[in-house]
């Protein structure tokens, strides 16, 4: 009797499917780790790199141009990176990113509007700022601008002819004197400026024109029923402006000096005394002692309106300059030991009385 021979399974089959399995996972380990490598920092430099991204750009595009500055090492993975975490959100702007980021951190990064980098600086010109303040202010909120060169171009009789074509209000005949210490002092407009990191000095000085420009257009009927000049306007707002920060004040302030000028009275004014000493200007007192200065600013010598604005007036006091109450009001104190209003007074004596009343000496008053 014949024994039956017995197959023996064959083992190949297995063994391929174990060398295939091992393969496949052989290639899914080094992709995984392929793909974990590109989600590394590309390196661990840390000097930033500014990625500019613009209004509509994809998200395709925005990748490329971080794998193009050298900040992931491949758009394909981080894109891949994306649909597995939670999507990609930007916004059109700057952004200041360095290749010691992983693509996890530059992509967080992104994701928060508070991380756009300025590419502009806020500087508010408060009223009654002198223009050399101004020149200081800006060359230290804007890197482009360099204090000297504004003040230079405030100054130049050349470029400031070529303003009056564009901004009616100037005048070069006004502006050209030697006596003056910054020619477009008083144009300066007070106001919150955004000024590009990279404008030059024109644009800077442009700006705060077109802000001047804004307030002479919508009071322009107000200009030209005014029997004084444009540079005589602000002139006497310079003075209010620097005599009292109060605009419900100011107006009868106006009044004041214009009854004086009407009387042919000096305006004594003090403030005037300060511009006058300029770069010795200290504190306030030194406007109270040095009113026999000898310089054309100086209204205690010299008759009328100081030779040219003092400071940089705010719209209050240039309405108050174009519409001085009707008082008849000579003299004015301010309450520098209390509350800092200021009282009137029709005679010189009624202004001693308030002098003493409010405690203050004959320098301390109008």
Known sequence: MKKKRVKKKSHKGLIVFLVICIVLAAAAGAGYFWFMSQLEPVSSDDESVALVVEEGQTKDEVLQKLQDEGLIRSKEAADLYSKFHSGFSYYAGTYELKPSMSVEEIFDYMSDPANLALTYAVVTIPEGTWAKDIAHKLAQAVPSLDEQRLLDLWNDEEYIRSLASLYPFIDPEALNNDA????????????????????????????????FAQFYEAHKAEFDASSWSVQEIVTLASVIQFESGNVSEMADISGVFKNRLEQGMPLQSSVTVCYALYDQFDSPQDCETNTEIDSPY????????????????????????????????????????????????????????????????????Q
């Open 180 to 211: 003056y210490f910054i020619r477009l002092e008083g144009y300066l407009y007070p106001e919150t400026y955004y000024f590009d990191l990279d404008l030059n000095e024109d644009e800077a000085t442009r700006m705060m024109l077109d802000g």
């Open 298 to 365: 100086n209204t205690y010598m010299h008759d009328g309106l100081p030779v040219g604005p003092i400071l940089n007036p705010g719209a209050d006091a240039m309405l108050a300059a174009l519409h001085p109450a009707d008082n008849d009001y000579l003299y004015f104190v301010g309450d520098i030991h209390g509350d800092g209003s200021t009282h009137f007074a029709r005679t010189y004596e009624e202004h001693l009385a308030n002098i003493e009343k409010y405690g203050l000496t004959i320098s301390d008053s």
